[in-house]
Structures are given as structure tokens and as C-alpha cells.
Nanobody, 127 residues
Framework: HVQLVESGGGSVQAGGSLRLSCAAS????????MAWFRQAPGKEREGVAR???????RYADSVMGRFTISQDSDKSTMYLQMTTLKPDDTGIYYC??????????????????????WGQGTQVTVS
């Protein structure tokens, strides 16, 4: 079965760091995209970063230079290392999965509609 489980959320002071994990199981780890999204109350779900199983990455402009997406060697766990956190980084962070081939309209793979499997989310609060 396909399963994504996020962990690592919590509360942190502005300027601090937090590392999120997404444990994936139940599907192949070859030629897939995985991504981190976040959603604040009353806001649209926003793509934060994505990684392809081959290693390529993309980031939202708002987090470039502060966040790093990565994956274990066996591809079963994805991470989001967040540094210099800001209050507007607060939200529920979701892990997402999509196998290739992806829709032709999905170019940067930072759009929620480009993913078909989601984790339950983990809360990140920056104050």
C-alpha cells in the first residue's frame, strides 16, 4: 500500500531550525517525485520544495537559501531541513508523492494538483 507519514514538526523560535521527515512505503522509489507543501489557516496549499528520485530539486522562492530537501540513499525517507525559520513559515507541512510520467502541465512539480498521494501533515509553528 502507498503510505506517507510525516514527522518532526513542532514549535520553534524565529531564526531556529527544524527537520521534517517523510517516511514512504508501499510503492517504487524509482522515477517518482516527492514534495513538501505547507498550508496556513485560510491559505492555499503552497509548494515548498520537491525532489525527484534521481536527485533533482526545486524550491519555492520564499524558502530558497533557507530550506533543503533531501532523501535517504534508499529513497524511502525524504527530509526537509528548515533553517532561519520565520513566523510566516508556520503551517501544516504535508508530504506528497507522484510517480512519473506526470501531466504535461506539471513542469516544476510544486503544484498540489500534480500529486496524487498525501501524508497526514505535521504542524510547524514559528514564533
Amino acid at each position: 500500500h502507498v503510505q506517507l507519514v510525516e514527522s518532526g514538526g513542532g514549535s520553534v523560535q524565529a531564526g531556529g531550525s527544524l527537520r521534517l521527515s517523510c517516511a514512504a512505503s508501499g510503492y517504487t522509489y524509482n522515477n517518482i517525485y516527492m514534495a513538501w507543501f505547507r498550508q496556513a489557516p485560510g491559505k492555499e496549499r503552497e509548494g515548498v520544495a520537491r525532489i525527484h528520485s534521481a536527485g533533482s530539486t526545486r524550491y519555492a522562492d520564499s524558502v530558497m537559501g533557507r530550506f533543503t530537501i533531501s532523501q535517504d540513499s534508499d529513497k524511502s525517507t525524504m527530509y526537509l531541513q528548515m533553517t532561519t525559520l520565520k513566523p510566516d513559515d508556520t503551517g501544516i507541512y504535508y508530504c506528497a508523492y507522484m510517480p512519473a510520467p506526470t501531466p504535461t502541465t506539471c513542469t516544476n512539480m510544486l503544484e498540489a494538483s500534480c500529486y496524487n498521494t498525501w501524508g497526514q501533515g505535521t504542524q510547524v509553528t514559528v514564533s
